[in-house]
């Protein structure tokens, strides 16, 4: 059985089960805590009625601190396994591991919002990002589809097919930080039939003045008002790029591989990488949330807080 105390002790495991180090786990563990005791106070019963015995009365249950919680639900995120398999990994049922899962998930997001790691969600809020420098921000645009089961509902089944991938999806629009690599803003979740360009249109999201933003080809005439939109040039049919066409596209290329790296980094979370089997409305976008904050978390402790960053930040 997985325990928190056996764990610790060998950090190559840890990172591998959670995606956290110890250091960036201790530092989620007083937040979580925190939310936790906020959601389920001590006075108060799962279902919200009043204690008729002090706590720590009954039968002890396995996820006995705010560690093995914590740890539990970040090893669900990371590696997604079956709800048996997750039971069996901490000494659970099925039942009482389904029932942790969605009781810690909600605690989890709220925990990296407090530490201030989760994505704007608000379109409109966008407007007020600043970065590290105080100087106008270099944003980049893409869109990420996930798969998901087949809904029952032809209706649904339309909604969220995406003919690009052939499989039932759904996506998110993200903005990424070219110089922090932190994920700035995630859209609500859409079908993967919808076009990034049509998700773009519907969220009308406000940028901060002075704004650079890089997109690809697929958001073609996606221009917001008051913004620098930098995008490569598209070969038109039967026609040839110049050379400096070229090499313009070759130089965009290198700048937008650093969103590549901030959706690979998002994706480490396999809940967003495998089929999702949770059908509960909602639920598919609160884990893109979470996967968003755990990158934006790791990020901060792993290039934001380096020397070679923080030279190159003194020197820019």
Known sequence: MTTYSKLRTNPKQFLAMTSLTVTEFDKLCPAFQTEYEKT??????????????????????????????LLFILTYHKTYPTQTVQGQLFGLSQSHAHEWIYRLM???????????????????????????????????????????????????????????????TEKNLMLGDEQTHQVTYLSATYGGRLHDKSIADQESIRYPPHTTLTKDTGFQGYEPAGVHTIQPKKQLRGQWLSAADRVANR?????????????????????????????????????MAIACGLHNLRNDFRRLASPKYRLNSYFR
């Open 40 to 69: 389920y106070p001590a006075r108060l019963t799962q279902e919200g009625r009043p204690r008729q015995r002090r706590v720590g009365g009954g039968r002890t249950g396995q996820l006995k601190s705010i560690e093995e919680k």
């Open 251 to 287: 130089l965009i290329a290198q700048a937008r591989i650093v969103m590549e790296h901030i959706l690979a980094g998002v994706k480490r979370c396999r809940i967003v990488k495998d089929v999702l089997r949770m059908t509960t409305e909602g639920i598919s976008d609160m884990v």
């Open 106 to 168: 909600p605690i989890l997001q709220n925990a990296l919002t407090r530490l201030g790691y989760s994505p704007i969600r608000d379109p409109h809020a966008v407007r007020k990002y600043q970065t590290v420098e105080q100087s106008a921000p270099r944003l980049m645009i893409d869109g990420t589809e996930r798969r998901r089961q087949r809904p029952k509902q032809a209706e649904k089944q339309r909604d969220f097919y995406s003919g690009k991938k052939k499989a039932h």
